[in-house]
Nanobody, 125 residues
Framework: QGQLVESGGGLAQPGGSLRLSCAAS????????MSWFRQAPGQGLEWLSG????????YYEDSVKDRFTISRDNAKNTLYLQMNDLKPEDTALYYC??????????????????WGQGTQVTVSS
């Protein structure tokens, strides 16, 4: 059973930055496409960004497209999300997820094989 552990969340001021990490283990990370999701209080799960297994292509949800950057280091079995120009509406629990099928990057939870436990991001002055 694959394991994912997110870290790097915390409190940031509006306009600030955070870098989230997602450490993978117990599966071949380089064979899986990866995505970041978030869930704000009282809201549904929202897909934010995805990256193919070799890092060749990345995709973003429109609201984060010019502020967040997804990347991965397959040698370190780690996924990243660099978040800049944070806004209060970015406050949420952030999750990473892994999918074995590298054909397309789905935005729905049910297509992913492994999930982390989440890391909290709070944006407030």
């Amino acid at each position: 059973q694959g394991q994912l552990v997110e870290s790097g969340g915390g409190l940031a001021q509006p306009g600030g930055s955070l870098r989230l990490s997602c450490a993978a283990s117990e599966f071949i990370f380089s064979n899986y496409l990866m995505s970041w999701f978030r869930q704000a209080p009282g809201q549904g799960l929202e897909w934010l960004s995805g990256i193919y297994s070799d890092g060749s292509e990345t995709y973003y949800e429109d609201s984060v497209k010019d502020r967040f950057t997804i990347s991965r280091d397959n040698a370190k079995n780690t996924l990243y999300l660099q978040m800049n120009d944070l806004k209060p509406e970015d406050t949420a629990l952030y999750y990473c997820a892994a999918r074995k099928n590298n054909f397309a990057i789905p935005t729905e939870r049910r297509y992913y094989d492994y999930w982390g436990q989440g890391t909290q991001v709070t944006v407030s002055s």
